[in-house]
């Protein structure tokens, strides 16, 4: 089992992750207001979505995270899509990260003074499927089989893809956390991080103490990192330390912008948080993050400013 995580932390202090995809494709003009979310763009400009993977690595992004977020074989099936046409598209969405990945690296400057990007397939949770906003609640009223039977075949397909790793995100609970982290021993070959979406600086959206999930997944030797993602920024210094107290592994934070995601209108309102987000970003390498980006409503500038503050 190789650790990606682990190698690029032996070589940098601080790993950069990307920011928003959906978000910053909705910026350059997509309409994703649809229940597939992301993966729709899949299926009608795949090119757009590479765009956004080669600009955040120019920007300094170490880490792409591709666009199966929302791809699940339900989403599809609701679409038409079959099993098999559904299993390519997600492979497909990892190519176009690898793709944009092999022209950024392929510059020798980029070369001589960079880590070689990784490629993150993105697991969304049981919530993100449902497009009611559950990812940010929890309380799924379902078992922990049915959301492994969930789980499981996006898992397959996305452990065979030629990704570097998961990234298991948004999750509200630690009821899925665990079963993510059963289901991954089944793909042994495959390691992941596991970041939970965040109410508040101690619990996640379901109200599990996020120091206690840090502790629940201390044990599992292919969760290669844990953090906070899509949480308001404000939280994410104190939710850092009370992980840091529970776990030795990597610690992870990309957190929204500070604006406020309303689940039935699928828009995002308030504003921006104040302070800039490269400046933000210190504090949370302070409090034990050493990988950092940013989740929705975030972009390239604010990764560029990761990036100029760690010496890209």
């Known amino acids: 089992m190789s650790n990606p995580i682990a190698d690029c932390l032996a070589l940098r202090p601080l790993v950069v992750l990307d920011g928003a995809l959906a978000t910053e494709l909705e910026r350059r003009g997509a309409d994703l207001l649809d229940p597939l979310w992301s993966a729709k763009y899949l299926l009608e400009q795949p090119q757009m979505i590479r765009a956004v993977h080669l600009d955040y690595f120019r920007a300094g ?14 989403g599809f099936t609701r679409r038409g899509i079959g099993h098999d046409q559904a299993a390519q598209l997600m492979r497909e969405a990892v190519a176009l990260a690898a793709s944009a990945r092999d022209e950024f690296w392929s510059a020798p400057a980029n070369r001589a003074a960079r880590l070689r990007p990784l490629i993150a397939a ?50 509200p609970c630690l009821r899925e956390a665990l079963v993510l982290a059963r289901l991954l021993a089944d793909f042994p070959a495959i390691t992941a991080w596991i970041s939970f ?10 109200g599990d103490e996020i120091a ?64 800039p987000f490269g400046e933000m970003a210190r504090t949370w390498y302070q409090a034990g993050a050493r990988l950092i980006g940013g989740c929705c409503r975030t972009t390239p500038d604010d990764i560029r400013a990761i990036g100029e503050w760690r010496g890209t």
């Open 61 to 74: 992004a170490d880490v792409a995270t591709t666009a199966t977020y929302q791809a699940t074989f339900e």
């Open 122 to 171: 993105s697991v969304g949770p049981y919530g993100a499927m449902l497009g009611d906003g559950a990812e940010y609640r929890g309380h799924y009223a379902v078992t922990d089989r049915a959301l492994a039977a969930f789980h499981r075949p996006r898992l397959e397909v996305l452990a065979q893809s030629g990704a570097d790793l998961l990234a298991c995100e948004t999750i």
């Open 197 to 206: 979406s965040c109410r508040d600086g101690a619990h996640n959206c379901e």
């Open 212 to 275: 206690r999930c840090a502790a629940a997944l201390q044990e599992c030797p292919q969760i290669a990192a844990v953090g906070v993602n899509c949480t308001a920024p404000e939280f994410v210094a104190d939710l850092l330390r009370h992980m840091r107290e529970r776990t030795d592994k990597p610690l992870l934070a990309y957190p929204n912008s500070g604006e406020r995601y309303e689940a039935i209108t699928k828009r995002w309102s308030g504003p921006h948080a104040a302070t």
